[in-house]
């Protein structure tokens, strides 16, 4: 019975049929929409839009973590210090540039497709995770530091088993913010070819079709719930395991 209250059970449930049940929803569109002749929109399956649109989503997010988290710690550790204002200036121009203007710009040296989307979706992610680090390690006890390298501890070790731990909290708040800035704006890597669920909306716009537009924007909003209510359990879960531990 816990199970069938569970929300995020609830949302995903919703999300899968709202995939499944979408291209058989033409009489409610027609209602919402008497004067469009094509109200549901059928080029591309929902569910494959989807997955392309995830599959963009995680690939440049993990790169964005990589990216974010392995430049936050650099620039803690003594050797890094003094490049840390300029990596923070790199990380917000990346993050302030739109992804239009990246995507305008990297189109006539890569081509249309994926990778163009992929990078501006990878400066769009980078400065929460950055931010995120380096508040998680900032916050980390300085005593507790002191006690690890005072039982013999390396740098090494002291980062891997005491400080990214204490610090993972507010490090996957960050990844959540990134993850979730890049579930919505993926959807403007239709616009230079790429298959994701702003294809019904590039579409809907271009045609004067609302329908798609609602429908498209529908699914990108309740996949953006989803997953952000998919982050607060694994935070939940983390903190609990803290806990108990």
Known sequence: MKVMRDPLLWLIVAFVALLVLMPYSGAL????????????????????????????????????????????ILVTRPAGREFR????????????FPPVAVLAIAVPVIGFGQQPAIIALILYGVLPILQATLAGL??????????????????????????????????????????IINIGTAAIASTVGANTLGTPIIIGLSG???????????????????????????????SRHRRVQ
């Open 208 to 238: 004067f079709n609302t329908a798609y537009i609602l429908q498209g924007a529908l699914l990108v909003a309740l996949a953006a719930i989803v997953v952000d209510r998919a982050f607060e359990r694994l935070a939940w879960f983390l």
């Open 85 to 96: 204002p300029l990596v923070e200036t790199i990380a917000a121009i990346g993050q302030t």
């Open 29 to 72: 569109f027609s209602t919402l929409f008497p004067e469009l002749p094509r109200p549901v929109y059928q080029q591309e399956s929902f569910i494959s839009l989807t997955l392309a649109h995830f599959w963009l989503v995680g690939v440049s997010s993990a790169i964005a973590v990589v990216l974010g988290l392995g430049a936050g």
């Open 138 to 179: 900032a916050a980390v006890p300085s005593a507790v530091v002191s006690v690890s390298q005072g039982m013999g501890m390396s740098a090494w070790q002291r980062l891997l088993k005491v400080e990214l731990p204490l610090a993972a909290p507010v490090i996957l708040a960050g990844v959540r913010t990134s993850v």
